[in-house]
């Protein structure tokens, strides 16, 4: 498995709906790269003056993140995005 380094986090993209909300079907050059993600790894925490400060999202956290934010990796066949703290705008409750 995917272990992220300081405050960095390890997510899968959810895919969202194919079709639009009139139900026409959208093909893939059409559709906006989803935002909502799964975490599935978390790293320890940002070490701050020798502390480590932990992160304010866990593992299986539905999030919102920046669109363009992170870096794509391909792990053991699976899609994955690794990116910052920083870049989580929101926590799906």
Known sequence: MLKPLENRVVVKMIEEKE???G???LPTTAQE??????IVAVGPGKNVDGHIVPLDVKVG????????AGT???FEGVDYL?????????IIE
């Not at 790269?33 to 799964?38: G, Q, R, Y």
């Not at 956290?61 to 363009?68: A, E, F, L, N």
């Open 33 to 38: 790269k989803s935002s909502v993600a799964e």
């Open 19 to 21: 079709t639009s909300m």
């Open 61 to 68: 956290d539905r999030v919102v993140i920046s669109k363009y």
């Open 82 to 90: 690794i990116l910052k703290q920083d870049d989580i705008l929101a």
């Open 23 to 25: 139900g026409i079907l």
């Open 72 to 74: 794509e990796i391909k």
